[in-house]
């Protein structure tokens, strides 16, 4: 959820600080870039250079910097546009209360007002304040602007006295934060299938039939579905592909009957499912038990049909978004169409043969999305998640409309 995001981080002056340091240690590790601000007070408690030697940023105090005699500006505008998370934590009561009045004297307020993004903040007092009805109507107040409020825990204060108070714990404050972002995401809540990759229909134990798939457009897919917020069931053939992602359950088959039995095994708890796999048509109908040896002339292997797994999801389909793909080289829309139709989908990808870098194999892809109401969108050469974020949208769109 935090990787690749920019954190800004507030420090104010509570004891709590030194809670922070483990704060931007989760952070980086979740993979985020973090800039921590800190007010003046706050470097009494926790020292801006640990924040700046874990953050592996400057740690900003004030709105002037003083360097090698020369002065430059700390620009709050431009770092509250740099963020896309703002975290004040600790919280003290007299930042929260200037932060509900607009007060910007110092170079963390300043950059809480500038700031676009969703703000977080984490209250850290004692309990008196807490309960302070003063501190209830600035609290009240932040979160009827919108920033989000990470409730303070109850345990031991530093004053020795017991109550609610204490700054949540670095971890809980990620977990909230994680938990939050996750219930705003299009497939929350949401459950895809999704196939990918070739299969491998065995001759003998060791000779197979197969193709070219690299299973790039279907773990393009999977791992888009999951950054949006789904979880994610992906049935692949054998492919060199990887994906670790907690979302994203990886199911490893073979042949297409595999992948037939994994999918029908799942089809029934998801809402999305999607084939992006290239299928065989046919499996020898006789497997060798033994390596095949090689005799004069000529060798027939007899073939019979495989299973086609979307027609048969079509046939079972009830609430799910059924998403087909289809590779063609003549009367591209109309095959399309009509497989659309065959198989009872809502969607189908068709990929041309006919346009440059589209279909198996390689870093690109050209598709037109068909929906079963003939809706036609046709999208320019992109690189497969550009392609996969495509196909995402166009799906959450009519799942929500
Ligand atoms: O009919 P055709 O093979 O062109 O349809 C392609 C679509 O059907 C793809 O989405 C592919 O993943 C799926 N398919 C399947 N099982 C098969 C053959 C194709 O799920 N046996």
Redesign the pocket.
């Given at each position: 959820m935090l990787s690749g995001k920019n954190i800004l981080l507030g420090v104010t002056g509570g004891i709590a600080a030194y809670k922070t340091t483990f704060l931007v240690r989760l952070l980086i590790k979740a993979g985020s870039q973090v800039k921590v601000v800190m007010t003046q007070s706050a470097g009494s408690f926790v020292s801006p250079l640990t924040l700046s030697t874990l953050s592996k940023n400057p740690v900003l105090l004030d709105f002037v910097n003083e360097e090698d005699g020369s002065l430059s500006w700390n620009n709050h505008v431009e770092l509250g546009l740099w963020a896309d998370l703002m975290i004040i934590a600790p919280a003290t009561a007299n930042t929260l209360s200037k932060m509900s009045q607009g007060i910007c004297d110092n170079l963390l307020l300043a950059t809480y007002l500038s700031a676009k993004c969703p703000v977080y903040f984490a209250p850290a007092m004692d309990l008196d304040m807490y309960q302070h009805p003063s501190t209830k109507i600035s609290l009240d107040k932040l979160v009827s602007y919108g920033n989000t409020m990470i409730p303070a825990e109850s345990g031991e204060l530093a004053s020795g006295l017991h109550g609610e108070g204490r700054m949540a714990e670095p971890e809980n404050i990620l977990a909230f934060i994680q938990n939050d972002l996750v219930q705003d995401l299009p497939l929350h809540g949401k459950k895809v299938l999704i196939?990918a990759g070739p299969t491998q229909e065995a001759i003998d134990p060791v000779r197979f039939l197969g193709n070219r798939s690299s299973g790039t457009m279907g773990f393009e897919l999977a791992k888009r579905a999951a950054d949006l917020g789904a979880k994610v069931i992906l049935v692949s053939g054998p492919t060199n592909l990887n994906l670790e992602h907690d979302a994203v359950d990886v199911i490893r088959i073979t042949s297409?009957q595999e992948?037939?039995d994994a999918c029908h095994q799942h089809f029934s708890e998801v809402d999305v499912a999607i084939?992006?796999?290239?299928?065989?048509?046919y499996r020898p109908k006789h497997i060798a038990k033994e390596k095949m040896k090689k005799k004069d002339g000529d060798l027939h292997i007899e073939l019979e049909r495989?299973?086609?797994?979307?027609?048969s999801?079509g046939e079972k389909k009830h609430k799910q978004f059924l998403?087909?793909?289809?590779?063609e080289t003549q009367n591209e829309l109309e095959n399309a169409k009509g497989?659309l139709e065959r198989?009872n989908l809502d969607a189908?990808v068709l990929n041309s043969l006919k346009d440059e870098g589209a279909g198996f194999g390689g870093s690109t892809n050209k598709i037109t999305f068909i929906d079963k109401n003939s809706q036609i969108k046709t999208f320019a050469l992109k690189t497969k998640p550009e392609v996969a974020s495509d196909i995402w949208e166009e799906i959450i769109s009519r799942i929500h409309a």
């Open positions: 196939t297409a992948m037939f084939a992006a796999a290239a299928v065989a048509d495989n299973p086609d797994i979307l027609f999801l998403v087909g793909f289809a590779l497989k198989k189908i």
